[in-house]
Every structure is written in structure tokens, then in C-alpha cells.
């Protein structure tokens, strides 16, 4: 075995071993894969091998398409048969809500080029003869679809590593992982000897977190049960047949030598190796636990009747690692060159391929092609520290796996974690909470919804999570005052003599300006895409707060701690847990303030876009004139300790002028009525400024040059930007957009949906899209797929709510 490699991957399962060969595919072939045991030995081997498409993201679909058309060409590139079987795959619907969940998704795989057909129970019947027709309103049809033999598939993915460049070494166990004295990976140490590396990927699969403790790191993955069964031939045996899926009874389906594999997820998970993955735990099984398997039979058979009479050949039950929220775990952690690719549930097999890609890129080039913050192991905070938590979630995400998740869905485990200084306020008020990042956040008040419009309730899903509350606290916002909890909004501060050339180094916008400014900016990649979105206030000569959204924290303090300078002239600290931030936003907020406070708060004294420090009642105080709903307001920041005592002298002094307290939801709304993008899904790494419409934050002659600056100049100076994210007004006020609808003109989807929602001033239901630059001028007609339904739409000039911003600068 070598004694260095620039790259080490710990586990050989498929994923380790796809990374290994797309980091060589890339040129990088000084790669060592190490593995414990032999290669498929932990979860890999015992994977049922079902290979299905659609989900829930636009990366995680691209990922999966990756995979398909790469185990297609596999056998070509490598000279291996990775044992795909490319039969199709059906997704029945036993009810009305799976049924609209299926229109939903065959719009989604239109704007995702993925072929997919709805079709009738009897044509699902047609492609697999024995099933029950029972119950069955139809089906998805993807023709792509199928399976695969898992172990096939990596000893292919390894022959190809190997042929590139890249070594195996099995039967080799990792001890200890080194880190040099400015804390980087630098070795891995095994029972076979040192290998000095300058990158450690670890994919080991359920034993992730046990590796990842070696450098301090914690991936938050909880090993479960799972099981299924092969059933003997049939008689007459089953040719073989496309894979099947029936999420209501909770099984799946695929052939096997004339028979069946079976399986699925039941209500009652049984996780496992809570203590860490035992020594010696070499392609093992669980104990047989039928009764916990009964739930998954008892669906079986009412779909297939015939699976109450077959000969079971072999039962199943199997360790694999789940995620608390159900994606994988990737990136770079909080110890460079210590990279995660882990977490691969119930489709790690099927995005193999793609996982392999987006990591061997992100190494390479510092970045992925896809937008993978949903995947990034930066999403979790710290309080997945804690493995009860961490189980709790785990186990809610295992249990309801096959339900469908209606947008406003709201995880329950381990609730409330994560509470602001002024909860119990929130709660005696009636509010509805949400949950994000572990914080519990009102999206709308009860006691607000006996002046809301009920006839206003959106039609579908998008009227289920909704409250007409939501309307209420959106009119009280525009023509009075509304008071936001928003401490849940991530705080980081930059400090030390270098902090503001850093920060023009890594902001698009203009960042050395004086103190008490706030500049809205964007932090580009070296693609040009929108890796961060925030406001940056100058508090000091060396000082600055960064606020951003509640889910990126983590996210873009890493950003930003991944480009710091290495002299330590710069600093960089997550500081939300010590203030609570307070937003008042209405035309009647300036005067609700001002009472409260000796500062002079006029238009002149206090301009938009500045800051100050002041008193508010009894409170200290940094306020922001800024506003994420288009209105007057202030964003107001104290220590937490005086949050409840700040809500106080706020509610009280402003309820005779008709502020009520309003959540999340009505921010959402009034954010659309003014066109405030949303990262995420309105802007993401992926997108330009210029793409988002957000170029008037770029400045591009800076004296300072700053990162994506080459790529927006370069656009600027040929053509322009190729897409342009665009308003559009829905025909159907009761029509709304929940997100990734296909957006058509002349039959051709041009585009999907961002972000969508109801505008309570502007009367009109909204939704944003990007659309090739020709389709992206006002007045452009098209129509917008919702649920299975044509929708007209019309592409309209934006801001559709006060376009000449007279009421945020009043």
C-alpha cells in the first residue's frame, strides 16, 4: 500500500467507490480507497437495488438521471457489468391525495427532461400482471426506471478507479486521522501503515460517524433495520417485470429469477448500533423480526394476493444509515480537507453515480455543477450533537417515508428545541409554529384570524397549511404596523484589522463605505452563481454584522470561513443565540418607535438603509432601516436577555395604532408582492445577479476585485444573461404555486416555478420562474401547470407592490 495519496477515501461500499473513480475520471488518480472489510460489506451488498428517478429536488433528480445514463454506459467505460436492468418503473396511487401527488410530480419531470406518463390502473395492470387493481386511481409511468445488482455495480465503479489510476486496499482498517498544526487533515493512520494525504473523504457508510469522531466531527446518521424478502419462482415464473412502488400500502416490488423482492418502510423503524457499528460487523444481517415486518406484508398482500401464498426464499433485514431529514450528507466539514459523503437511506444505490459526480467536482473545482445545500453537511447545527435528537428525527423521517409531505408540513420530533427570548409571548398570543433549523418560529397568529378572509383559502394543497390569519397580519403590515420575531435570523460577525478588505474581496457589492451603512450583497462563486444573500452592516472601522437566512447560517459561515485569510487578520463568529432580532414594518412604524425613544427617527435623520444604536424603552439597541415586505420599519437587535422586554414595550405602544404581532407566512406573501428573492429557490448557486435580476447589487468596477467578478463581466460585455428570473400573474387568483411547476408557452415547458404564493394587497396569485431571456419580456403569455391543470399566466413588470419604492424610503 502507498504511503501517500492526495486523496484518501475511507469505505468501500458503492459510494466510496464511485467517488474514487470520478475523482480519477477528473485527473486526480493519485487516489487510495481503503476499506475494512472487502468491498460491499457494510450496507451496499444487502440493498434491494431499486433505481427510481423523480424526487423531491432538481439536483437530487439530476443526480439520480446522472446515474442512470452512467450505469447504462458503465459496462463500455470500464469493462464491467454493473448488472443494470433498464425495465421502467410504476408509482401507483391508492388515493385521491397520491394521485395529485403524481400530477404534481409529471410536472416536475417536464421541466426536468425526464420522461414520465400518467397512466390508468388497468395499463399499471398491463406492465405488472399481478397486482390488484383495487383501490387504484392510476400510475406513473417512467420508462427509465429499473434496477440494479449493487454489487455489480461496485466492483464495476472500482475496476474503473482502478484502470484510471487509483488503488484499493481491502482488509485495511482506519485507526486515527492526523490533522497539521493549522488544523487540516494531513493523514490517515491504518492498520497497514500512514498515509500522508491532503484530503480524506470519509464514506463509510453506517460507520460514518464513527469515523468522522476520529477528527471531532459529527455526521448525524442513525443506522435502522430494514427489511424484505425474495420470494421462489412463481409458477408460472415472472418474466421479468419494471419496478413497482405503492407508497399508500408501503411496499415496493421488483422481479427476481421468477419471483419477487418485496419490501418496504413501516411505522415502527427499529434503529440499531446506537453504541457505534460492533467490531468485526462484516456483511451481517439483523435478526429476523417478522411481527415488525407484518404491517409491510399485510400492504403487500392488498395489492398483490398472491404474496399471501409465496414461498419466502430469503428474508432480509439489513443496517442502513438514515439522515434527519431523509437527504444525503455531503461536503466539506468543519475540519478542511475532511470531506462527508454519507447517509444514502433508501436511494443511495440509485445516486450512486450522481454522488460520485458532484463530490469528485466539489473537490476538484472547489464546487459542484448542482445546487446541493439541501445535501450539505453544513445544514445541520449544533444541536444535532446530541444523537437522542438526532434519533428522534430520524425516526420520524423513517416512519413517514412514504407519506406525502404537503407543503407547510411541519416535522414534530424533538420539538420545541431552539426557542427565541419572547416564546411564551408568541404562544399566549395564539401562534401557529414552524420549525426550521431547530428554532421554533410563528408563522401565523389564531388571534389574528377572526379578521382574516376565509373565502381567500387557496384551492389543493396549497389551502391545507393555511390560515386566514395570514391575510390579516399582510394588510396589517401594509397599512398600519406588524411586529416580526426574526431572532432566529442568522447573525455572524466579521471582526479584526482585515475585515473590511476581506469583505470587499468577498462581496459583489460595495462594502468600504462608512460606518452605520447596510449594503444588501451577494457572495458569488467562481462561476458566478449566488452562494450567499445578505445584508452587511458596518458597526466599526473593523466591525461588521452579517445578517442571512435562518437555514444558511451554517452554510454561508462556512462560505466565508473557507475563504479567510490565514494571518489571522480576520474573524469570523456565529452570534445569533445573542441577540434576538425584532421587525416593525408599516406605515404607522416610525411613529410607534419613535415614542419609545429621545433618537430622532425622521426620514432624514434616519435614511434607509443605515443603522444606529439607540434606546428603545428600557432596551439597547442596534436598529436597521431595512425591510424584507416593502414597507417603512426597522430590523431591531438587541441582547437576547432584553428580547421579551423589547416585544413588550413594542406591542404596547403599538396596538392602539392597530400593530399586531404576524409570523412567517405574511412575510412570505409580502416579500412576492414586492419581488424580494428568496435563496434557495429564487437564487441559488446556480444563478447569476444578473440572472435574478439583482445586477444593481453587483459592482463591477470596484477598485477591489472580488470572487465571480471575471464571469459577470464577461456576460455583461457579450449577450447578457441567457434566463432571466420573471414576475408572473396567474389567470386564477385561487390557482397558487407551491414551487417547480412547469411554466409552458406553446406547448414547450420553457421553465419551472421558484417560489409562488397569494398577494393580499395586490389581489393577484404570484409566482416567479426563470425563462429563456426571449419569453422574458412583461406581457409574455404562458401557461403555468398546476396539478395537472393549465393555468393562463401572463409575464408582468415587477414589483407588482410600489414599483417606485417611495414607501420604503418615506
Known sequence: MRTSARVVVIGGGVGGCSIAYHLARLGWKDVLLVEQFDLTAGSTWHSAGLVGQLRSSVSLTRMMMYSVGLYADLAELTGKDPGWHELGGIRLASSPERLQEIRRQAGWAQTFGLPLEIISASEAQDRFPPISTDGVLGAAWLPRDGYLDPSQLTFALADGARRLGAQIATRTRVTAVERDARGRVCAVVTDKGRVETEVVVNAAGMAAPDVARLVGVT?????????????????????????????????????????????????????????????????????????????????????????????????????????????????????????????????????????????????VDGEPEYDLWHMDIRRFGRHYRSQRYTLARTVEVYSTYYDIRYPGDERQAGRPLRVSSTYERLRALGASFGEKSGWERANWFESNAGVGDESLRPHGWAGRNWSPAIGAECLAARDAAALFDQSSFSKIDIHGPGACAFLERLCANAIDRPVGTVTYTQLLNRRGGIECDLTVTRLAPDRFQLVTGTAFGAHDLG????????????????????????????????????????????????????????????????????????????EIYCPTEFGGALWDALIDAGSPQGLVPAGYRAIDSLRLEKGYRAWGSDITPETTPDEAGLGFAVRIDKATPFVGQDVVRASRAGEGPQQRLCCLVLDDPRAVCLGSEPVLVDDEAIGRVTSGGWGYRVAKSIAYAYLPAAHAQPGTRATVEVFGEAVGAEVVAEPLYDPGNERIRS
Open 219 to 363: 455526521v448525524p446518521l442513525i443506522p435502522f433495520g430494514h427489511q424484505y424478502l425474495i420470494t421462489e419462482p412463481f409458477d408460472p415464473p415472472l418474466v421479468p417485470l419494471p419496478t413497482l412502488r405503492d407508497p399508500d400500502n408501503l411496499v415496493y416490488w421488483r422481479t427476481e429469477v421468477g419471483g419477487l423482492v418485496m419490501g418496504g418502510y413501516e411505522r415502527d423503524p427499529m434503529p440499531w448500533a446506537l453504541d457505534g457499528v460492533p467490531n468485526g460487523f462484516e456483511a451481517q444481517l439483523l435478526s429476523e423480526d417478522w411481527p415488525r415486518f407484518a404491517e409491510i406484508m399485510d400492504g403487500a398482500v392488498r395489492r398483490m394476493p398472491s404474496m399471501e401464498h409465496a414461498e419466502v426464499k430469503r428474508f432480509f433485514n439489513g443496517p442502513e444509515a438514515f439522515t434527519p431529514d431523509g437527504e444525503f450528507i455531503l461536503g466539506e466539514s468543519d475540519v478542511p480537507g475532511f470531506w462527508v459523503a454519507a447517509g444514502f437511506c433508501a436511494h443511495g444505490l440509485a445516486g450512486a453515480g450522481g454522488i460520485g459526480k458532484v463530490m469528485a467536482e466539489w473537490i
Open 559 to 634: 462560505w466565508i470561513r473557507a475563504h479567510l485569510p490565514g494571518d489571522g487578520s480576520v474573524y469570523a463568529d456565529d452570534a445569533t443565540a445573542a441577540r434576538a432580532c425584532l421587525c416593525i414594518w408599516g406605515p404607522r412604524s416610525r411613529e410607534i418607535v419613535q415614542g419609545l425613544t429621545k433618537t430622532n427617527l425622521g426620514g432624514e435623520a434616519f435614511p434607509y438603509m443605515r443603522a444606529q444604536e439607540l434606546a428603545i424603552g428600557h432596551v439597547p439597541c442596534l436598529a436597521l432601516r431595512v425591510t424584507y415586505v416593502g414597507e417603512l420599519g426597522f
